[in-house]
């Protein structure tokens, strides 16, 4: 079987890539269009299926840069170029110093302090240094090409087109790139969970100087703060979380595996997925998501095999406490001896205003942090600072692990890209193959603390920190304490393979943004240092609502491709199970049917106690009750704490049922329902009003439904909006289900796969393919993946261009 495909994608190659003549009969009407072919040069084929897909057909690695460069280009130009204009530090040239970022590539509150870092990571030549590393620290020849291609891509799509595209159209921030610029883009999402997330206290610390220093000599970090903080960004992490599961042969019905990834990324911006299709005859081929500006796929599946991430809870950093010499706060003391900290100073160039130049300090053991007036504050005084370890600062090698899965044959193969590269740095692996085998790993780079060295090396702040939520906060006065190396792992100072945790082949394998703990319910993973994550302690809402049905799909058994799809849309608000009724009954209690609001007033609640019996617990957009339960619960969980919630508490004995009972006693209870109640009169939405009419996206002026829920219901099929009851409800969806994938496998050598990219294919309003999947999001419907030559030759759509470079 294998012989007889890749056979017929060398002749589709060689036919391709030479004459459109030759193409194939089942193509011969839809000729291949020449977009401007040159004489030798990169070239790629792009051969377009429904809803915008490319599939790229290139002979070597730099040629399949060049088509997904171009391809991208073509869907996404505008959001890439911001992002390039980001990477390359020039924000406030282009669009002033206070404005803020989109928050892709860090977490700089303003295009300044982007800027700031960004200048200085190209002035140190960071990344340029770690693309001179020979392999495994550095990247393969196979991703040096990638990156090289993907540039020249751009670049000829750039000189060859007329941008539509009205946010950029005859934007002079639209520039061609490099491929420096397109290993940055690489960079910077390996530090997102580390330097990304600190980019404001690394541009902001600066020494002491007179009173300020003097002022500030006892002054230290609020340990309940900081830890309320790092759980925050946790939170803020699951936001753009998602959910995976892998169901081994033994529960499928036809003793295959099957793989059901529902990632929750940003609906704009540059942290968006976009798909294509890349095959290299003899060498590779793959299909699923990229995130944009990457030349490889992010998630995905082959012939054999399919992956998903979901964000995991391991702390890609840590803080070391500096001690500093008496006579200069830029120096610190290692073992009794002084180091002078290191100046980084860089110039930002600023629209309308003069140039802004600042400096950086830097330690042995990473960039000096400080925010004196942050929540927490984190001070320089004259005795102490904070420097920011983050492994993936010298973290290279996201590319290659990403490559090695396209690869694979199997669920081990995916375990060998990770054990080789060990270059993912904020995420879980899901998968599974054709064999019916399961992985989940929970292979990330960090920081080698283990509890051993916490409990020895930790200062006061970090004894609260570390069992609290996972970040360590070590004594850098002592050198003993610096993150140790294990013998397996390919970068000093962290993990190696060894010491992740890792479940094969068990019945179903599945993460929603909690820790390795409950992959598997019936087989907990424990025995791993806290640093990765908690155990034994409450799991999210989303959590314990997808592990019940995951593990009740699993027992049933015989599952196919369909039931994973229908998994992704049950829209089953968890919820709403535990609490739904109990609010109904509570609420038909109230003392003549009124509660007071959280503004004194009476509100008339009567109305809500019939739509709230009669929900039907779902987030679908035909849901009557809905929407008033989930402004309700929003402001219940705001208001009320966890603990205060339930009457029955959380056992780890039981973790997936409890806690439950909802408290309708707690006085929170009934305003939060007085002030949803009147929320939504105000507002003019009735109470049983379908979620639909009122959680939608607008798109070229046209109201399209959401199905799905925010986190706090627990809905699988995850969608965090923007509620704006002016304008009618939830009228734009910030993060959730983005790049979904259903896959098995039928013994043919094709992939069973179904997919959906939530927001569609491209940016630009004036594209044919703006909002095209979005409608089917609405509608619950899917796209039949095109894998196979012979499926891609049968669509009735096909578009083939030929691209070149000049």
């Not at 990169?42 to 002979?59: C, D, Q």
């Not at 694979?408 to 193969?413: K, P, V």
């Not at 004894?463 to 397996?488: E, W």
């Not at 609001?597 to 035909?622: E, F």
């Amino acid at each position: 079987m294998r012989t007889t495909r890749l056979r017929r994608l060398l002749v589709a190659a060689v036919a391709l890539l030479t004459a459109s003549a030759a193409l194939p009969a089942a193509a011969a009407e839809r000729p291949v269009r020449q977009d401007r072919p040159s004489h030798g040069g990169l070239s790629a084929v792009i051969r377009y299926t429904e809803y915008g897909v490319p599939h790229i057909l290139a002979k070597d690695y730099a040629d399949l840069g060049f088509g997904t460069g171009w391809a991208q280009a073509a869907d996404q130009v505008c959001t890439l170029a911001d992002g390039f204009v980001t990477l390359r530090g020039d924000r406030s040239r282009y669009f002033g110093a206070d404005a803020g970022t989109d928050l892709s590539l860090s977490s700089a509150a303003t295009n300044l302090s982007s800027d700031l870092y960004f200048r200085g990571v190209r002035r140190a030549g960071t990344v340029a240094k770690l693309l001179a590393e020979p392999a495994p620290l550095g990247p393969s020849r196979q991703v040096r090409d990638l990156m090289r291609g993907f540039a020249a891509g751009y670049d000829a799509w750039l000189a060859r087109h007329r941008i539509t595209d009205p946010t950029c159209r005859g934007a002079a921030w639209v520039r061609p790139i490099s491929t420096l610029d397109v290993a940055t883009r690489f960079y910077a999402l390996s530090v997102l969970g580390g330097q990304g997330g600190a980019v404001d206290e690394i541009t902001a610390a600066q020494p002491p100087t007179g009173a300020t220093g003097a002022t500030g000599a006892t002054r230290d970090v609020d340990a309940a703060a900081l830890i309320k903080a790092v759980r925050a960004r946790t939170a803020a992490d699951s936001d753009m979380g998602s959910n995976a599961v892998a169901f081994s042969g033994a529960t499928t019905a036809n003793g295959r595996g099957l793989l059901l990834g529902n990632p929750h990324y940003p609906w704009q911006g540059g942290r968006r997925f976009w798909q294509s299709q890349q095959t290299i005859p003899g060498e590779l081929d793959v299909a699923g998501a990229s995130l944009l500006g990457s030349p490889t796929i992010s998630i995905g599946y082959n012939a054999h095999v399919a992956w998903s991430h979901t964000v995991a809870t391991g702390v890609p950093f840590n803080l070391t406490r500096l001690t500093l010499a008496p006579s200069d706060p830029t120096v610190y003391l290692v073992d009794g001896k002084p180091e002078h900290m290191s100046k980084r100073t860089v110039t930002v160039q600023v629209e309308g205003g003069a140039p802004v130049t600042r400096t950086q300090w830097w330690t042995r053991y990473g960039p000096v942090v400080a925010d004196p007036d942050g929540q927490p504050a984190l001070p320089w005084t004259a005795t102490t600072a904070y420097a920011f370890n983050d492994p993936n600062a010298a973290n290279f090698r996201f590319a290659d692990t990403s490559l090695g899965f396209a690869k694979a044959r199997s669920t081990a193969g995916i375990a060998d890209s990770l054990d080789r590269h060990q270059g993912l740095p904020w995420v879980n692996t899901v998968a599974a193959d054709s064999s019916g085998h399961t992985l989940y790993t929970q292979s990330q780079v960090l920081p080698r603390i283990t509890d051993a060295l916490a409990a020895d090396c930790s200062t006061d702040l970090g004894g609260l920190t570390y069992p609290q939520a996972g970040l360590a906060v070590l004594d850098g006065s002592r050198s003993a304490c610096t993150p140790g190396s294990d013998p397996d792992a390919v970068q000093p100072g962290i993990f190696g393979p060894s010491r992740m945790p890792v479940l094969k082949d068990a019945p179903y394998a599945e993460n929603s943004n909690d820790s390795a703990w409950l992959a598997n319910a019936d087989r907990p993973l424990t025995g791993y240092e806290r640093i990765f994550g908690a155990i034994g302690t409450p799991r999210s809402m989303r959590t314990r609502g997808a592990l019940e049905d995951v593990s009740a799909m699993a027992k049933r058994g015989g599952l196919t491709v369909r039931d994973l799809q229908a998994q992704e849309f049950t829209n089953r608000a968890p919820a709403g199970d535990l609490a739904a009724a109990d609010t109904a009954k509570a609420c038909a209690a109230l003392p003549g049917g009124s509660a007071k609001g959280s503004d004194g007033s009476s509100v008339d609640v009567s109305a809500a106690c019939p739509v709230l019996a009669s929900w039907d617990r779902t987030m679908n957009t035909d849901s009557r009750g809905a929407l008033l339960f989930d402004r309700f619960w929003r402001k219940l969980t705001s208001s009320v704490a966890p603990a205060q919630l339930w009457k029955v508490p959380f056992s780890a004995a039981d973790p997936v049922r409890t806690p439950n009972t909802l408290d309708t006693a707690n006085p929170g209870f009934a305003t939060a329902l007085a002030d949803a109640v009147g929320e939504l009169r105000a507002a003019g939405i009735a109470l049983d009003a379908p979620l639909g009419q009122h959680q939608f996206v607008v798109r070229g002026g046209r109201h399209i439904a959401v199905p799905g829920g925010t986190e706090r219901l627990g809905v699988w099929n995850k969608v965090e909006a923007v509620w704006s009851p002016a304008q009618g409800g939830y009228t734009e969806v910030t993060t959730g289900s983005s790049h979904i994938e259903a896959v098995g496998w039928d013994g043919s050598g094709c992939p069973v796969a179904r997919t959906l990219l939530t927001y569609s294919q491209s940016s630009n309003p004036d594209s044919p393919h703006h909002s095209d999947q979005t409608r089917l999001f609405s509608a619950e419907r899917w796209v039949t993946a095109r894998f196979c030559e012979k499926d891609i030759l049968s669509s009735p759509v096909l578009r083939s261009v030929r691209v070149h470079q000049r």
